[in-house]
């Protein structure tokens, strides 16, 4: 049973260029979070999506921001018109169901670099 | 302040020695986890608890829910346990973690 998948591991963009995240949750896990680790600092939430649904995204930038998990195939981080400070450490985190009462299962981050 | 405060922020060690990281919180928990984060690298589940004590190969973890705190412990600590271990609680009310600004610690040999 693989772990959860991200990719690409590391992403490098100019400003003003999309970046897309990719996340395949562990097989059987309907429950898929996305982080933020800025450096130097801690995680932060940032999107809360079951197959299909936003759940919660009151982490989200309001703008250039949108997270998707389709029903086929893996949850996508989208940031379009990047900037310096979007530079960071992206996680993602997949569960069977809520984090109140099961582990957390994390990928190994895509480290986006804006240039 | 932050919901989550762990401490110390950092933690340097000789190889062989017990290690404690302390994790205090202010909000109702429904769980507390216990991950590790290596340098550049992903981060591990270590725990998962809701109360008492649990313990794997080196590492326990306590909590106490009336104080509102939880301790992760390493015995006989080994260079390779080096790393930023995070903190995080799920609240009673929201199904996202809450994080602790994390410790980082090194083991020297």
């Known amino acids: 049973n693989a772990g959860v998948m991200q990719n690409p591991r590391h992403l490098v963009r100019r400003r003003g260029q999309e970046a897309r995240l990719r996340c395949s949750p562990m097989?059987?896990?309907?429950?898929v979070y996305w982080y933020r680790q800025l450096p130097e600092e801690g995680l932060k939430f940032m999107v809360y999506l079951q197959k299909e649904n936003i759940i919660d995204e009151s982490g989200m930038p309001k703008e250039r921001f949108s997270a998707e998990f389709p029903k086929e195939g893996p949850s996508i981080l989208r940031i379009q018109q990047v900037v310096r400070g979007d530079s960071a450490a992206y996680f993602c985190?997949?569960?069977?169901?809520?984090?109140?009462?099961?582990?957390?299962?994390f990928g190994q981050g895509t480290r986006l670099t804006v240039v | 302040k932050n919901e989550v405060e762990q401490s110390p922020q950092n933690l340097t060690a000789q190889e062989g020695e017990f290690i404690t990281i302390n994790c205090s919180y202010s909000?109702?928990?429904?769980?507390l986890h216990w991950l590790q984060q290596h340098p550049g690298g992903g981060i591990v589940s270590l725990f998962m608890?809701?109360?008492g004590k649990k313990k794997h190969g080196r590492l326990i973890a306590t909590i106490n829910i009336q104080e509102k705190h939880s301790s992760l412990h390493i015995t006989a600590s080994h260079p390779r346990d080096s790393a930023v271990y995070i903190c995080?609680?799920?609240?009673?009310?929201?199904?996202?973690?809450?994080f602790g600004t994390g410790t980082r610690l090194q083991v020297f040999p």
């Open positions: 909000v109702g928990i429904s769980a």
């Open positions: 097989k059987g896990h309907s429950h």
């Open positions: 985190a997949s569960s069977p169901g809520s984090f109140r009462n099961t582990e957390a299962f």
């Open positions: 608890l809701s109360s």
């Open positions: 995080a609680v799920s609240s009673y009310n929201t199904d996202k973690l809450i």
